[in-house]
């Protein structure tokens, strides 16, 4: 049985996922398969990606979208019990990143997922270390190192680094109306006005970045606010995916 699967979308992300792959070979916690939905990369990402053993599923590039890719992949897997999702350019900041992420689930029954905060990239642009900086992140949670989250509030269980339950992706897939982005968001709404909470856990933080000057981390952040409603997909230059 595999009790997770680590979801991960690609396209040409050959620069950082041979990391994030062996990152993830190193976790302490080894019961889960790493599942690839790729859209069409053109360098070195699925020669990486063998390497580690990953299962590969690739889609054409016309056919991707945020959610579609997830959902896709999801679909795939052979989890029995979680999915964990992350992007083939992050890197896990520890070898028991996953182990710390699922203790959480043990805190209370109604929990729907845990994620953590992000923090830049070694090759992260002077503002992303600045605004995504892991030490200021550490000192402001010095003595609130996981809390409890009860509403909707922004960045909630991203799927930037989020494990969430099986069963409840079961019940309720990512909308694909939300095609640009912000399923993520939609479906965390969903579970929260049903009674269901959160976990974020700065173990479970994740280095995370897209070599953005400020003018470009602004216009982002004005993204992150229009993708609270449905909007088809349509390529970012600035976004990975």
């Avoid at 979801?7 to 792959?21: F, H, M, P, S």
């Amino acid at each position: 049985m595999v009790e997770s699967s680590v979801v991960i979308r690609t396209k040409n992300q050959g620069k950082w996922l041979g990391e994030c792959l062996k990152r993830l070979s190193e976790q302490t916690y080894k019961n889960f398969e790493i599942v690839i939905v790729d859209s069409g990369s053109t360098d070195n990402t699925l020669e990486i990606a063998k390497k580690y053993g990953a299962k590969i599923f690739e889609i054409k590039q016309e056919q991707f979208s945020f959610p579609f890719a997830l959902n896709y992949g999801c679909e795939r897997a052979s989890a029995e019990k979680y999915f964990i999702f992350m992007s083939g350019h992050c890197w896990p900041i520890s070898k028991t990143w996953i182990e710390d992420g699922m203790k959480d689930f043990s805190l209370a029954e109604n929990i729907m997922g845990v994620y953590g905060p992000v923090w830049a990239l070694p090759d992260g642009s002077f503002w992303e270390k600045i605004i995504f900086n892991k030490y200021i992140s550490i000192i402001k949670m010095l003595f609130r190192k996981k809390r409890i989250v009860r509403k909707d509030e922004m960045g909630a269980v991203g799927f930037t680094n989020a494990i969430i339950k099986r069963k409840l992706w079961d019940e309720y897939h990512f909308n694909e109306a939300f095609g640009f982005g912000g399923e993520d968001s939609d479906w965390v709404r969903h579970w929260f006005n049903n009674g269901m909470i959160a976990v974020k856990d700065i173990k479970f933080s994740i280095y995370h970045s897209h070599g953005l000057g400020l003018k470009k981390l602004l216009e982002q952040h004005k993204y992150w606010g229009s993708v609270q409603t449905p909007q088809p997909f349509r390529e970012l230059t600035h976004r990975k995916k």
